[in-house]
Structures are given as structure tokens and as C-alpha cells.
């Protein structure tokens, strides 16, 4: 068991925090542990909408993640109550949570008949003891009882109000072109609800495509306002690449190779699964295939509880694409948060003439890309180079709609809407 555990921590080394502040300067989604893995953000009834809880609504998300070893570790959580841009509100704690902004992970469970042995977390937002009192972007933060200025993850999440109306839609006619390698968004926003904004400069417009960070644009004012609606169109910040469809590949039933795997082997205590050898594809010709829009689902056929019964396997990825002297290259995707990290880079085997990795993820359905970045890491990373951009690709955008009067501490989240390209 030693062994497993060290072959895991190994693999994947992740810098651990240095005394992280309560309220970060780093914002995003991440894993500060190595021995965190399978971080996932999830509406429990609905598999593909996006973390966003509905204020007064039934809607919740489970933070769900395991910890290699044998043993409980006692964890607590708290929340933060952040702007549009993730920057920390000028909120006090008392007036973003209900209660007293700490609260223990009670549900927790060991793995079951797994050969990389794990306990299994959840926290579920809202609960009895930890709800948000205002509408807006959140970080969730967790970290040991005994080290509370030490985030060990911390992922975000928000809160809507759904006061606006949003009629959105994407387009190939955009303003670099028509049917290119482009897509445009536009929208109008319905304030006939609301009393006291001012379209032009109480707004803040975040827009965000298929869960990345990275494509993030913020507008602070509309194109132009009639009556009750503040119209969006023909803004240059509204023009995304349009990427490509994301690859795939299933280890739900890891005995026999699945979807893209070309073998399986068991081997150091631990399975293997090789992937089958992957082409760029930007100078290829577009192929539809649905997606799940970069996300993963933990599934083993035969557990009743795949977050217990799913067992960990050493997934190989390999690219063959030449020698990139001056650029890295990573395997990014939603299991991945979409953070340009190390244990997520591939290198290159001269021998072989392929880029290679070799990434321990828990078994189920994957999306995954290939990104190119330069020697500086992550300022510059595109799936562009590699996946190529095509007007046809399916890609869905996350719009939302603040409002922060002046004066106010904070940026109340209105509305929000996800729109997926025809």
C-alpha cells in the first residue's frame, strides 16, 4: 500500500501552500495537496449545468474529492465572498453566511475493493450549518483543522439571484467573419424587474466558455440600451476561438480496453491503461462529436457507488506531433480544474518521437485537449495550435449579469444563463 501511495504523490507533485491567506490573491479552482486528487464541482440532479446555485431554490452543489491513504483526516471548509473579477468582497462574514463561517466535513467514506486505497469527501452547499446569505461569486476553501491559514483546495462557485431575463445567442457571423474559426456571443439583458440600475454603469458582464477560466471576458457596459433591455452585440470582447471538439476516452471498466484505450495492464500494484496515439488536428478536416464540453464522470460498471468503488488507474497519453524546442505541452480538461501545472505536462521521447504522460485519474468518462504554451507556463496556453479552431464546434458560454451601484461592497449576481452554440 505504501508503494501505491508513493507512486501517486510521485506522479503527481503539486506544490503545497505556504501559509495561504484567507483571502488569496490566486482565486482559482485548485488543489494545493498532492495527495488531493479527483476534485470535482457538481449539481447532484443535473451532470452538465454549471456551479451556480439558484437563490430560494432547491438547487445545490457537492465539492467532492478524495485523499490518497488509509486514514480520516479531520478537515474544515469555509467560504468566501468574492467579485465579478474573483477578487475578495469588501463583505463582512457575517453578512455573506449564515452562522459562523466554519464548518467541519462530516461526510466522509473509505474506498471499497479499490488496490489504491482513498477516503472519499463531500460538502454540499447550501447545508444547516454553512449557508450563503447574498447573491455572488464564492470560493469554497478547505484546509485541516489544526492548520487553518493552510488551503489545502479551494474551488469556486456562485449565487444567483435570476431577477434579469438574458436572451442569449452564438454565432459563426461574427465581426472577424463568417463561418472562420470564430464565434460570437450576443445577448440581451431584461432590468424591467429591477429599480435604481443604471445599465450604463452598474453592470458588470462576465462571459465564459466551456468552464475555463482562462476565456474569461468582462464588459462594463453595454452596446446600447433600449427601454428596459441592455443589448450586447458587436462588442470585440463577445469574439471567442471556436476551438475544437474535445477528445475522449472511458476506463469505466478497466479489465478490457475502453473507449480510445488500446490496452490495459495491471502492474507495480496499480492498473495502466494506454491511450490510443493522437494527431493534432488543426490542419485536419472538422468532425462532430458530442461532448461533455471538457468534463469528466467518475463510473466503474460493476459499484453501486462509483465515488467508493472507482479505483485509480495510471492513464498513458500520447501525441504525436514533432519536437517543439521552444513550447511546452500539456493534457488539460476539466479533471485537470484546466490549470497549466506540472503534473499535467507531457515530455518528449526522442526514441519514440511522441509526447508522453502519465497521469493517475480515478476511473470513468473523460474529456480531455492538448494545449501549447510557452517555456513561462501557463500566461499564453491555447488549444489552438494543436486542436485547431473550427466554427462548427459546440461550446457552451456561461453568462453572467452583476450589478454593483456606487457605493456598494460587493457584486450582486442578478442573473445568470447557460448557452450552448447551434
Known sequence: MVRIIFILLAVL????????AKNPSDSSTRVDDPS???LSIRNPDDFMSPPVIRMNSEDCLDFNFDIIGDSHEYLRYRLVSCNADWTPSRLLESE???GFNEAEVNDYAYSSNTFVRYVNYNIRIPNPDLTPLVSGNYLLQVFREDSPDDVILQARFSVAENLAGISANVTRQTDRGVNAEWQQVEFEVDLSGLTGIN????????VEQNNRAQTMRTLTHPQRVEGSKAIFQHLPQLVFEAGNEYRRFETVRIDNPGMHADSVEFKDNIWHAYLAQDLPRAEREYSFDRTQHGRFKIDEYNASEPDLGADYVVVHFYLDIPYQPDCEIFVG???ALDNIIEANKMRYDHSSRLYKAEIPLKQGSYNYQYLMAGKDGASDASPSPIEGNFHETA???LIKVFSRPPGARYDRLISSVLVESD
Open 199 to 206: 445599465p450604463y454603469q452598474d453592470l458588470i458582464v462576465t
Open 13 to 20: 507533485a503539486i506544490p503545497a501552500a505556504n501559509g495561504q
Open 96 to 98: 455573506y453566511v449564515e
Open 36 to 38: 488531493i486528487r479527483t
Open 395 to 397: 461550446n457552451e458560454y
Open 333 to 335: 480538461g476539466g479533471f
